[in-house]
T-cell receptor, first 114, second 112 residues
């Protein structure tokens, strides 16, 4: 069955440092997609980055990169040079090719300190 | 602006009542997803429609129902409301191919 696990309920990081948010997943489908979303305190859900299970390279979008380790079933989000505006809740999500569900982890609340 | 429209943005009602939440997906998106986010919780998948047909179902209560209409807008009906139904309800539409979700701003339901 699909499962997403985010083990860090909260993190505090100094501004300008790099941050790694952990995400592990479980699926029996060989074809799947992994996503990260950001939810600021205002509540909206903002798409950050996508990684397909057959993608050869790790996805990158600006300061965001996804450290995809398929054998370990992990899809960690790396934020480089963190900014105060990065303070938010971050959710990892997964979609299986054979299943229209997209499920989310419980999230990690990131606090960037000045 | 994601292009996904949800109404109403806020709703306050009493226990036992029924409400309807409405969602219009982005132009061209055929899939609509509904999620429930309770206070400080993750997003719980409720149900998904594709071009008018139910495609996937999550932990949706029997008191809740949804449908997607021919014009692709969707409605989530919540009945016999309980205090625990207070939450932020998100609708999202999906990009064909990757399945990337574009979320509406959510409907915040408060049950008193």
């Amino acid at each position: 069955a699909q499962k997403i696990t985010q083990t860090q309920p909260g993190m505090f990081v100094q501004e300008k440092e790099a941050v790694t948010l952990d995400c592990t997943y479980d699926t029996s489908d060989p074809s799947y997609g992994l996503f990260w979303y950001k939810q600021p305190s205002s509540g909206e859900m903002i798409f950050l980055i996508y990684q397909g299970s057959y993608d050869q390279q790790n996805a990158t979008e600006g300061r965001y990169s996804l450290n995809f380790q398929k054998a370990r079933k992990s899809a960690n989000l790396v934020i480089s040079a963190s900014q105060l505006g990065d303070s938010a809740m971050y959710f990892c999500a997964m979609r299986e090719a054979g299943n229209d569900k997209i499920i989310f982890g419980k999230g990690t609340r990131l606090h960037i300190l000045p | 602006d994601s292009g996904v429209t949800q109404t109403p943005k806020h709703l306050i009602t009493a226990t036992g009542q029924r409400v309807t939440l409405r969602c219009s997906p982005r132009s061209g998106d055929l899939s609509v997803y509904w999620y429930q986010q309770s206070l400080d919780q993750g997003l719980q998948f409720l149900i998904q429609y594709y071009n008018g047909e139910e495609r996937a179902k999550g932990n949706i209560l029997e008191r809740f129902s949804a449908q997607q209409f021919p014009d692709l807008h969707s409605e989530l009906n919540l009945s016999s409301l309980e205090l625990g139904d207070s939450a932020l309800y998100f609708c999202a539409s999906s990009v064909p191919g990757t399945g990337e979700l574009f979320f509406g701003e959510g409907s915040r339901l408060t049950v008193l």
